[in-house]
Structures are given as C-alpha cells and as structure tokens.
C-alpha cells in the first residue's frame, strides 16, 4: 500500500522531545518494514505560530509570514528524518517532484510545506494525488471531522464516516464560523473529493493510530470516495 501521512507540527514535537519524534518515526519505520510505501508531510505547529505572530508584530506581509511558517515545517521535518532508521530523503523535499523521485528510489520521502498560500494539509493531498496513494492519513490534535469545532461548540459530533463531498460542505461550514479551526482545510478537502482519494482523519498524539488505520482499523473519521 502507498501511504501518505500528514503529521501536524503540534502532534510530531509540540515542546520540541525527542521521544515523540522517535514514536513517530518507529511507526513509519514499521509501515516500511510491512512493504508499504510511505511518504510523510509535517506541519509547523505551536512553533510556527509563534513565530508568525511576532513577525506579523513586526510588519511582515502575508506572504512572508506563509515563508516563515514553510521554514519550521521543514525543520519540523528534519526532525523527523533524524530519526527515522529507514533509508530517507535526504532532507526534506521541497517540490512534489522531489518527493514523487524520492518514493521511486524505495526512500521515505519527507516534506514540510512548499510554497506560500497552500497549508501543509493541501501539500499532503497533492502529494497523495500525484503519487496515487491508497490512503492519505491526517494524525491531527483531534480525533476526527467533527459536525462544528468542539473547541468553541461542545455540542459538536464526530463523524465515522463522511464521502469526499461530505467533507467538503463540512470543513466549508466550520471555517465560515468565525475563531473556528477545521482539522482540514478547504482547499485539502476539495483535492481529496477530486481525486478519488481514500483518507483517514485520527487523532495522532498516540502515533500507534496511523499504524492500525493502514491496518483497516481506525479510530477517526474515514472519508471515502464520491459514489
């Protein structure tokens, strides 16, 4: 199976432990010794985030606070690589070509972002369909897709399951609400409705998730393809 994952900067070092980068890494390194093909995308996180806030203090322009948020993931990503025992990219790629080369070349390919305007979750969808990926998983901060941000509504539900068109008016909803956060963006969900993919929305602090959702076990919210 040809596996993508997006890691989220807060779930692969959020106080910056080695321990966590290494569960992290131990699981990719277990998918790898399965015969899977793994390719990994890491987000920025708390780190990235302070970091744009006191840019933006300073008079940073969008775009610019976009390069400096690309710059921790991929640090983020380093991170990970360091860790990782399986034969790796080198560092982390920095187009989808590069990491397309790098899983022909049998490597775990690792990403951060690539370039100003998309998140590291529309980098992963891309990815995932440039390579033709069986499953693209999203290890977040929360256990799946949920009906509104539990964080600000607490009636919110989890969803087990939701087609790509269903996440798409979903993630659409929660991040017209104002002070909202989607575990996906919009622009991820509309590559993931388009192209067909098969994707997995877990809460990832426990990194043994990933391992048992490519195994057809998971405890998230599965979004399958448009009938």
Sequence with gaps: MRVILSIGGSVLAPDLEADRVDAHADVLDGLVSEGHEVA???????????????ARDLGATEYDLDALGID?????????????ESSATP????????????????????????????????????LA??????LLVYATSVP?????????????????????DELVDVISSIETTA???????????KIIERSGLRAVVLDG????????????DADGTEVRPNE
């Design 72 to 84: 921790v993931t991929r640090l983020n990503a380093r991170l990970l690589i360091a860790a990782l």
């Design 40 to 54: 990994a995308v890491v987000g920025g996180g708390g780190v990235a985030r302070r970091y744009i806030r006191t």
């Design 91 to 126: 560092e982390p790629a920095e187009s989808h070509e590069a990491a397309r080369a790098s899983l022909r070349r049998g490597e775990v390919a690792v990403m951060g972002g690539t370039i100003p305007g998309h998140t590291t979750d529309a980098v992963a969808a891309l």
């Design 179 to 189: 002070g909202s956060n989607a575990p996906v963006d919009l622009l991820a969900a």
């Design 205 to 216: 602090s426990e990194p043994s998730r990933v391992t048992d959702a490519v195994a057809g």
């Design 144 to 164: 799946g897709v949920f009906s509104a941000d539990p964080n600000v509504d607490t009636g919110a539900e989890r969803y087990d399951e939701l087609s790509a």
């Design 129 to 134: 369909e440039m390579v033709g990926a069986d």
